[in-house]
């Protein structure tokens, strides 16, 4: 029985496969592949990373934007010009030689006039079919209107 063992392995087997050099290029071919793999995964660990940097920042950038905006509205809240709106619409008062009218909700609202011109635009919009809407908006788009 050992004897056809080792005649089976001997004539069935490909003399290449128990080269020495190959056997070296395979293990060669393994460890490449393996290291190949690695750099791929820390490419790509590192864009990963790369992106939630860049997220981090844009909301930095944000949030010092809002900041900015938060100082630039409490200086304008203790600015002289804002104290004497708020003592006008709050408290009613006004400055020496100013009069104040009160005029009733009613009677303002009855001089309300509304513009034609609003009310056509959206009826129009309305009425065309919506490719034509469409095609209507990109050609404003490209002519500048």
Same mark, same amino acid.
Not at 76 to 80: K, L, P
Not at 112 to 123: A, C, G, I, K, M
């Given at each position: 029985?050992i004897n @056809?063992i080792? @005649?089976f $392995?001997q004539?069935?087997?490909? %003399?290449?496969?128990? /080269?020495?050099r190959?056997?070296?290029?395979i293990?060669?071919?393994?460890?490449m592949?393996?290291? @190949?793999?690695?750099?791929?995964k820390?490419?790509q @660990?590192?864009y990963?990373? &790369?992106k939630?940097?860049?997220n981090?920042?844009q909301?930095?950038?944000?949030?010092?934007?809002?900041?900015?905006?938060?100082?630039?509205?409490?200086n $304008?809240?203790?600015?002289?010009q804002?104290?004497?709106?708020s003592?006008? &619409?709050?408290?009613?008062?006004? &400055?020496?030689?100013?009069?104040?009218?009160?005029?009733p909700?009613?009677?303002?609202?009855?001089r309300?006039?509304?513009? %034609?011109?609003?009310?056509?635009?959206?009826?129009v919009?309305? /009425?065309q %079919?919506?490719?034509?809407s469409n095609? /209507?908006a990109?050609?404003?788009?490209?002519?500048?209107?």
């Open positions: 029985m @056809t080792k @005649t $392995y004539n069935n087997i490909n %003399p290449h496969i128990r /080269d020495t190959f056997i070296g290029l293990v060669f071919l393994i460890i592949l393996l290291v @190949t793999w690695s750099g791929v820390s490419v @660990t590192n990963g990373l &790369q939630k940097i860049s981090l920042q909301e930095n950038q944000v949030q010092q934007l809002k900041n900015g905006n938060l100082n630039l509205e409490n $304008y809240y203790n600015t002289n804002y104290l004497e709106l003592a006008r &619409q709050n408290f009613g008062l006004a &400055q020496a030689g100013e009069t104040e009218v009160i005029i909700k009613s009677v303002a609202l009855s309300l006039v509304t513009l %034609p011109y609003e009310s056509n635009q959206h009826q919009v309305a /009425d %079919p919506k490719w034509q095609f /209507d990109w050609v404003n788009f490209f002519l500048h209107r």
